[in-house]
């Protein structure tokens, strides 16, 4: 792919954390798709080889002194990306969920329709793996609740698979929430009057490893992914100018 | 005074002993023993003003004594523990924003080490007898 069409730079970034058994094959899978483009592997202070892994796969390794979480690990690479000046950021998840192969048409909608974040969705067309039914059905509420406030449907609200370009990368280097970020990261673009939209890609169970999102955890994951929704709704708006285009 | 007053004064002035003993071993930095050195010194005055525990107990419709303090020390709680919750909130910003910092200077410095290496191996001259002359 000739992604330098696309986009000026590309920086894949992968947040990683204690997943030394799956991250290597995502890092060599994204190099094979995309050669040229910067793999970035944020360590989310892993306790195994994670970042060894992903270091001899070719990946280079940023590694945070402890444990932030999801949203400060990805924040970092967006922070990362903004201040080496990357035109772009895609990110995926390291637990080999995304199928590096639909990198191009996230990135083909992210520059030729001019929006900010193109996230990939598993539901707008229902091929490949679906999901456990609880999570589905927390994806379809969070849809139904979002609609009044982003003033359209996502259908995956919870994907991790997302193209962002630089004015995007500059609200999330200042602004990303810490926790179970994906849904919220949609309002605060939306605060900001940015666009974004979904395009439809194929997921795969994950290579190894549990999810962060058991079944018991699920009830305060909505709880509080709905609070921050309403943080961000009603948040206090610091002095920042985003430039326009 | 009814006992409780009396417990509440106690416990209000050994609050007191025990906020100043932990500022003097920089258990607690000055700045956050405020609130609580506030509440407390509060509530040992209400105890021991009559008219004041009366003023208060108007202005919150109780009558009965203990149930004033208990309700006085209750808000008072609140409000410390949601001021200290506003600072917890405000170091753990920091603090992320801190180890973000941390990784990407460890990232920068690991970039340059490796260019020194690699411009030291450049123009290192090769090693004697390398190259095969022969003698």
């Given amino acids: 792919m000739n992604q330098g069409a696309q986009c ?24 094979r798709m995309l050669p040229e483009a910067p793999v970035m592997v944020i360590d989310d202070g892993s306790i195994d080889s994670t970042a060894q892994a992903a270091r001899n796969a070719g990946a280079e390794v940023l590694r945070l002194p402890h444990h932030l979480g999801l949203g400060g690990a990805v924040q970092t690479g967006y922070r990362f990306a903004f201040e080496h000046g990357f035109a772009c ?58 609609y009044p406030i982003l003033g359209k449907r ?21 602004s990303f929430p810490l926790e179970y970020p994906e849904i ?26 549990r999810s962060t999102i058991g079944s018991l955890q699920a009830i305060y994951y909505m709880i509080r992914v709905l609070l921050g929704v309403l943080a961000n709704i009603l948040k206090f708006e610091r002095r920042f100018h985003i430039r326009r285009r | ?28 930095r000055v700045e956050y023993s405020m609130a609580w050195l506030g509440a407390a010194i509060l509530l040992l005055a209400l105890c021991l003003s009559d008219s004041a525990l009366a003023a208060v107990g108007r202005l919150i419709g109780v009558s009965d004594a203990p149930t004033i303090l208990m309700v006085l020390a209750g808000i008072l709680f609140l409000f410390t523990f949601l001021r200290y919750s506003i600072l917890v909130s405000s170091l753990k910003d920091h603090n992320i924003q801190l180890a973000q910092k941390v990784g990407m200077l460890e990232w920068e410095i690991e970039r ?3 260019e020194l290496t690699n411009r030291k191996d450049a123009t290192r001259p090769p090693a004697a007898g390398a190259g095969g002359a022969g003698a």
């Fill in chain 1, 89 to 146: 950021v895609v990110r995926l998840d390291s637990d080999g969920q995304h199928n590096p192969a639909d990198i191009p048409t996230l990135l083909d909608k992210l520059s030729t329709d001019s929006f900010d974040m193109v996230t990939g969705s598993r539901f707008l067309q229902n091929n490949g793996y679906q999901a456990q039914r609880l999570r589905r059905f927390g994806g379809w509420l969070f849809s139904l609740l979002l």
């Fill in chain 1, 8 to 31: 000026n730079s590309l920086m894949i970034l992968i947040p990683a954390y204690n997943e030394e058994a799956s991250v290597a094959e995502v890092v060599r899978s994204v190099r």
């Fill in chain 1, 154 to 174: 996502i259908a995956d609200p919870t994907s991790g698979f997302a193209a962002v370009n630089r004015r995007a990368l500059e609200v999330f280097s200042r």
């Fill in chain 1, 184 to 209: 919220e990261a949609l309002v605060v673009l939306q605060r900001k009057k940015l666009r974004f939209c979904e395009v439809p890609v194929k997921m795969f169970p994950r290579r190894a490893g």
């Fill in chain 2, 112 to 114: 340059l080490n490796k």
């Fill in chain 2, 1 to 28: 005074m009814e006992r409780a007053r009396i417990a509440a004064a106690v416990f209000s002035s050994l609050l007191i002993a025990e906020i100043i003993r932990s500022v003097r071993r920089e258990h607690i």
